[in-house]
């Protein structure tokens, strides 16, 4: 069922609520085939199916047959717990075959009362007299013959791009659009389709003609990588935001810690007998290079079959398989989208070359092969940069960079590791000037950390040598024995500790969220243990320091998090406040209206409690309702939510411009005029804090009577105190 999130409507009345409906085009759910009427037919009666062509299958390299990687060994090793059900049904009319939850259709006229009797001969022939063929599940990175979702196998790829399988994959949604119940579409993981910008013209189209004229509202989910632009031909409103995420947290951590958490990462890497990092580059190579010889390899191959023939011929399918797994693990970006992007193409076989001179001669002549968009090998590239990419990245490298978890964020260049406020200025005005109605977001069901969490984490940056003397004594109590997952557990331990934990019960759950954290970033780590094999000793004192860290050090872990938690709420107003009145339509996710303190999925998918919400907003809209304080209810960030949403339905926001500080302090503000709409946020709080706080620094304001909105309190403008505008909140919001 698609996700829906909520967005201002063109159609109805500027004050009411329309429906963006988050759709995926790029593949289909198969994890349970009999719920996929296509797929199910496609299973039973394989190439001679209605919908074969609408999922990208190599059918020749699956001997004509869709493979299926489900089982739990071998077929000889698990025949014996295959059965053959003959009770005809009405979508298998010739029987079943069962193996444990999973059940799979007989094609037409293949069902044998001998394998019905259970003979093992009788199975096996019935076996292979399907569409389909049962294979080992870890055969599903190597051998699987359909398109897929990154490395998800239980969502299969599919072929938007013929006009009868988009017409067919739309119907339903444009229905919604037709009849006014969907105001726009975000669309999820644009990378995946053959022509990205092609899909979008055609989506285009197709609402307008059921919109009566009006397009919509269109996102595309697309990561761009630091400095990318969006391909600027694109029917769509920009994209869904982790740009503007990664820019807000990095104004908001300090530059003067890099060099001294760069030193905690080393220092615990030589403890830990690792080798020392030579930089961000190097190591999302070397783990996409990973992903790209292990769960890409599938794909990889494929792309290896669609090469000339010629080209097979003279270098062989290995080189070839090896050539390609370089040129992916050097491309700069998800993805390229030909004729544009050709450099990308180039840059990447230039690395490659220069790291694997033994492969120039092939790169040489893979590169105009597959810079050819006449050749459909060119296109299937495309597609794979992104999964390479993301697996590498994302779900990788994310979880080895560990230095401030609060930059391995989605969207986000962890090499990137502050942004100064004139930097962050330039880049809300081009937002402003190119893609004015782009999303923005701070959390999303995709993020490592809510917005909250990193918020907190990014504190550590202003006091490097604070926490480097806090993890010490963390990990006298426990350890992993790998210093740099150490730090990001102990990070995320901190970062998210939230207020509930201070009773029993509170804890406790905690404690579970925390070893489900701690599982899911070692295993995709995968540097000491992994999802295909685990390290049991390993993941025994990995859960052993969430247990202490909630146990018998839970006082001393709640001690520091007290040190730090005023400045993480400090940047967590702030970053909410930058969100809400900068350039681009904010994205507000479930549950961030109060702190955002989540881990990574599931944790971020956790139920929300809106009665609460609701109570807390009645009470702070009551008439003569005290002003809340900047605390764990979150009732302060409900406050700055609320004000600035609906000061957004009441006023254009028409420019974007940067508003001058002038003192001491004039690096711990990030203000800006929006159209008579001004916002003032701290930055850096501990630090400025730790410096006497804003002693002799002003906003220069305009000369005219002004209202902050979040507390009601009048200024009259011109040079304004940033002692008295900030004595309340850590952030302002000012009107005429």
Not at 242 to 248: C, G, Q, R, S
Not at 662 to 688: N, Y
Request: overall charge negative; some cysteine.
């Amino acid at each position: 069922m698609p996700r829906v999130s909520t967005a201002s409507s063109r159609r109805r009345g500027p004050q009411d609520l329309g429906i963006l409906i988050d759709i995926v085009p790029n593949h289909m759910g198969v994890s349970e085939p009999r719920t996929n009427a296509w797929w199910w037919d496609v299973l039973r009666q394989g190439r001679a199916s209605a919908y074969a062509d609408s999922f990208d299958i190599d059918w020749e390299f699956g001997g004509g047959k869709l493979r299926v990687p489900v089982l739990g060994d071998h077929l000889d090793a698990v025949i014996d717990e295959i059965s053959y059900d003959p009770t005809p049904a009405t979508d298998a009319p010739d029987g079943l075959i069962r193996y444990y939850d999973n059940v799979f259709p007989v094609a037409p006229g293949t069902g044998t009362d001998a394998a019905a009797s259970g003979s093992r001969d009788a199975l096996v022939a019935l076996l292979d007299a399907q569409n389909f063929e049962l294979r080992f599940w870890q055969d599903e990175a190597a051998d699987l013959n359909y398109r897929r979702f990154f490395a998800v196998t239980t969502l299969a790829g599919v072929r938007v791009e013929l006009p009868e399988v988009f017409q067919a994959t739309h119907a339903e949604i444009l229905r919604w659009v037709r009849e006014g119940l969907a105001d726009g579409l975000r669309v999820d993981h644009p990378d995946g389709l053959v022509d990205p910008g092609g899909y979008l013209d055609q989506l285009a189209v197709a609402l307008e003609e059921a919109g009566e004229g009006e397009v919509g509202y269109v996102l595309g989910e697309k990561i761009l990588e630091h400095g990318e632009a969006l391909p600027s031909w694109w029917k769509t409103a920009g994209t869904t935001g982790y740009d503007a995420l990664a820019e807000i947290d990095r104004v908001l951590t300090d530059p003067a810690g890099e060099a001294a958490l760069d030193a905690l990462d080393a220092r615990l890497r030589t403890d830990s007998d690792l080798p020392a990092l030579t930089g961000w580059h190097d190591l999302i190579h070397d783990t996409k290079r990973k992903i790209a010889d292990s769960i890409q390899v599938s794909e990889i191959r494929r792309l290896v079959r669609g090469l000339p023939s010629a080209l097979r011929e003279e270098f062989g399918a290995d080189v070839l398989q090896d050539a390609l797994a370089e040129l992916l693990a050097c491309f700069p970006v998800y993805r390229s989208y030909l004729p544009a992007g050709r450099q990308h193409l180039d840059a990447a076989a230039g690395e490659a070359e220069v790291r694997r001179p033994e492969l120039g001669d092939v790169i040489e002549k893979l590169v105009p092969v597959l810079a050819d968009t006449s050749l459909e090998v060119a296109w299937r590239f495309q597609q794979t940069t992104g999964p390479v990419m993301a697996k590498g990245v994302e779900d990788t490298a994310f979880y080895r960079y560990t230095r401030l978890g609060s930059l391995t964020e989605v969207g986000g260049d962890p090499g990137q590791f502050s942004l100064d406020v004139a930097g962050f200025h330039t880049a809300q005005a081009l937002r402003h000037a190119s893609w004015p109605t782009a999303m923005t977001t701070l959390s999303t069901h995709d993020t490592k950390r809510g917005e909250d969490t990193r918020a907190r984490i990014a504190v550590l940056a202003e006091i490097p040598a604070r926490w480097a003397e806090v993890l010490g004594e963390f990990r006298e109590i426990a350890s992993t024995g790998h210093g740099p997952f150490d730090a990001l557990l102990w990070q995320a331990i901190v970062g998210a500790w939230p207020e509930s934990a201070s009773t029993p019960e509170g804890l406790k759950v905690y404690r579970e969220r925390l070893h489900a954290y701690a599982e899911k970033a070692a295993r995709e780590a995968s540097e000491v243990t992994g999802w295909w094999e685990q390290d049991e000793a390993f993941e025994e004192r990995m859960h052993a320091v969430v247990d202490a860290a909630t146990g018998p050090a839970a006082e001393r872990v709640r001690a520091f998090v007290d040190e730090i938690s005023a400045a993480g709420w400090s940047n967590g107003l702030s970053a909410k406040l930058l969100q809400l009145l900068g350039p681009g339509v904010p994205d507000v996710y479930q549950g961030s209206e109060l702190w955002e303190q989540s881990l990574v999925d599931p944790d971020n998918r956790r139920a929300v409690d809106f009665a609460e919400r609701r109570r807390l907003l009645a009470s702070l809209d009551a008439p003569g309702a005290a002003l809340p304080a900047v605390d764990a209810t979150g009732a302060a960030k409900l406050l700055v939510t609320s004000r600035a949403l609906r000061l957004r339905r009441e006023h254009p926001l028409e420019i974007y411009r940067p508003l001058e500080a002038a003192g001491v302090a004039s690096d711990h503000v990030v203000a800006f005029d929006r159209g008579g709409v001004f916002a003032v946020a701290t930055r850096l709080p501990h630090g400025l804090a730790a410096a006497g706080g804003w002693r002799d620094t002003v906003v220069l304001l305009p000369d005219t009577p002004l209202i902050d909105v979040l507390t009601g309190r009048s200024f009259t403008g011109g040079p304004t105190p940033l002692a008295d505008l900030l004595s309340v909140y850590p952030v302002a919001l000012l009107i005429f």
